[in-house]
T-cell receptor, first 116, second 113 residues
Framework: GDSVTQMEGPVTLSEEAFLTINCTYT??????LFWYVQYPGEGLQLLLK?????DKGSNKGFEATYRKETTSFHLEKGSVQVSDSAVYFC???????????????FGTGTKLQVIP | EAEVAQSPRYKITEKSQAVAFWCDPI?????LYWYRQILGQGPELLVQ????????DSQLPKDRFSAERLKGVDSTLKIQPAELGDSAMYLC???????????FGPGTRLTVL
């Protein structure tokens, strides 16, 4: 079945440092890929997405490129801020085995702590 | 901006009691999801609706959990009886059809004593 693997956290960085959170997936065909962010005490929010190979999703300084050859969708940001401290979830959306609906699979999340 | 509404935001109950959670998705979103999120983990899908029909409830503990979306709009998730292990955040999300993003509500944090 489909699966998403994220690097374990927590990841602790100083403000203005470069961020990479690794995400790899297992799925047949061409899933859509997403990054969601969850701030403390809140629900998940879509951060960015990519729906086909080589697409780059970007938002709020974050980027991720859909790499079919390495089945990866790593999240990057050039200069993190304290306000980026949150849990980041990688996810994929794919046709169910029956083909009747889109099935979503989440990774376990990576906690990011940015210190001043 | 349209949002997914959930209530209550917090619920404390004793084990063996019944609890119910409500979700109102974004207008026009045909797909509705209920997730359970245990602290420190990713969301686990409990049930997925397409309009009023259940399309995936393979991870729903059907001996105690039930979900309905009678008119294909808002939805209710019920637990009866609640157990200590049910303590978690229950998230509702909705999406348009197709490979589009989900929009999440703020969640209901359940504590079972």
């Amino acid at each position: 079945g489909d699966s998403v693997t994220q690097m374990e956290g927590p990841v602790t960085l100083s403000e203005e440092a470069f961020l990479t959170i690794n995400c790899t997936y297992t799925a047949t065909g061409y899933p859509s890929l997403f990054w969601y962010v969850q701030y403390p005490g809140e629900g998940l929010q879509l951060l960015l997405k990519a729906t086909k190979a080589d697409d780059k999703g970007s938002n709020k300084g974050f980027e991720a490129t859909y790499r079919k050859e390495t089945t990866s969708f790593h999240l990057e940001k050039g200069s993190v801020q304290v306000s980026d401290s949150a849990v980041y979830f990688c996810a994929l959306s794919h046709n169910s085995p029956s083909g009747g609906y889109q099935k979503v699979t989440f990774g376990t999340g990576t906690k990011l702590q940015v210190i001043p | 901006e349209a949002e997914v509404a959930q209530s209550p935001r917090y619920k404390i109950t004793e084990k063996s009691q019944a609890v119910a959670f409500w979700c109102d998705p974004i207008s026009g979103h045909a797909t509705l999801y209920w997730y359970r999120q245990i602290l420190g983990q990713g969301p686990e899908l409990l049930v997925q609706f397409q309009d009023e029909s259940v399309v995936d409830d393979s991870q729903l503990p059907k001996d105690r959990f039930s979900a309905e979306r009678l008119k294909g709009v808002d939805s209710t998730l019920k637990i009866q009886p609640a157990e200590l292990g049910d303590s978690a955040m229950y998230l509702c999300a909705s999406s348009l059809e197709g490979p589009t993003a989900q929009y999440f509500g703020p969640g209901t944090r359940l504590t079972v004593l």
